[in-house]
C-alpha cells in the first residue's frame, strides 16, 4: 500500500506539477532521484532542495493515509521508527516523542562545518513570499 502511495506522490502528476521545469531540463523521473542529480552548480542544487522541501515537508500530503494510521494508534501505546524526513507522522498527530526519524526531518538544517550539534528550524525560509 506504501510503496503505491509513494509512487503516486513522488511521481506522477503532483511531481510533474510542482517540477516540471526540472523534468525538461534533467529528465529526472521522480522527485527522490532528482536529489541525487549532479547539479552543475550550487543555486541549481538548492533550487531542487527547497522546492523538494517546501512540498514534502510544508505541504500537507495529498493522501490522508497518515491521518488514517493516527487513527488506528492513537489510543494504543505506539512507536513509530521511520526513514520518512517530510514530519507528516506529526502533522497527522503522532506525538513526537514516539517517533524516531532514522534520516532525519526536512524542516531542521545544521551547521554544514558540523562544529556543534544544535538544528535549526528553517519554517521561515519557506514560508517568506517573494516581494
Not at 64 to 75: A, F, Q, S
Not at 89 to 105: E, I, M, S, V
Not at 111 to 130: G, I, L, M, R, V
Request: include cysteine; proline fraction near 3%; hydrophobic fraction near 30%.
Amino acid at each position: 500500500m506504501f510503496s503505491k502511495i509513494l509512487t503516486k506522490t513522488y511521481s506522477g502528476e503532483r511531481f510533474e506539477k510542482y517540477f516540471g521545469d526540472f523534468i525538461l531540463k534533467y529528465h529526472i523521473r521522480d522527485i527522490y532521484s532528482g536529489g541525487f542529480y549532479p547539479y552543475a552548480d550550487l543555486e541549481e542544487y538548492w533550487a531542487w532542495w527547497s522546492r523538494q522541501i517546501y512540498y514534502n515537508r510544508y505541504v500537507d500530503a495529498p493522501k490522508p493515509v497518515y491521518r488514517k494510521l493516527y487513527e488506528l494508534v492513537k489510543d494504543k501505546d505506539y512507536f513509530v521508527l521511520t526513514t520518512n524526513v517530510d514530519h507528516q507522522f506529526q502533522k497527522a498527530g503522532f506525538d513526537k516523542k514516539r517517533l524516531f526519524y532514522t534520516q532525519g526531518d526536512y524542516g531542521l538544517w545544521q551547521c554544514s562545518q558540523a562544529c556543534h550539534q544544535k538544528t535549526y528550524d528553517n519554517e521561515a525560509p519557506f514560508s517568506e513570499k517573494c516581494s
